[in-house]
């Protein structure tokens, strides 16, 4: 009795033209997320994904480097055209938004600053002395 050779398809990645940037930038780390308009994600990256650790993470060049990272991902799904979305108060936000537009071949078509904004919601946390 011979074996069969057992073969997987190769997962054919869907071409998708536009797509929405969602940057995540906290104090300690930045999150960048590729998505179809639709909002299911193609792929993400993060400054501690890509090996930056402790205080590394929360810099610019760290944001820098983890969006190049996932834009070449994107590529990949044939993306052109992006939208940005910002959230959050981190080092990395300014410069990943700058990455974003001076990659090649990519054009961004709109930015939107989504960071959650309290309307005298709770009380904040004591203030910190150094």
Same mark, same amino acid.
């Given at each position: ?22 940057? !995540? ?20 990256? !993060?400054?501690?994904?890509? =090996? ?68 005298? =919601? ?9």
């Amino acid at each position: 009795m011979a074996k069969r050779k057992v073969t997987k398809k190769k997962k054919i990645k869907k071409q998708v033209g536009r797509g929405v940037v969602y940057i !995540s930038a906290t104090f300690n780390n930045t999150m960048i997320t590729v998505t179809d308009e639709m909002g299911n994600a193609l792929c993400w990256s !993060s400054a501690g994904a890509l =090996g930056f650790k402790g205080s590394k993470k929360s810099t610019p060049f760290a944001a820098q480097q983890a969006v190049e990272d996932v834009m070449a991902k994107a590529k990949e799904y044939g993306i052109k055209e992006v939208g940005i979305k910002v959230q959050g108060p981190g080092g990395g936000r300014e410069t990943a938004v700058k990455t974003v537009g001076a990659i090649e071949g990519i054009k961004v078509l709109w930015m939107k600053d989504v960071t959650p904004l309290p309307h005298n =919601g709770c009380r904040p946390r004591k203030r910190r002395r150094v």
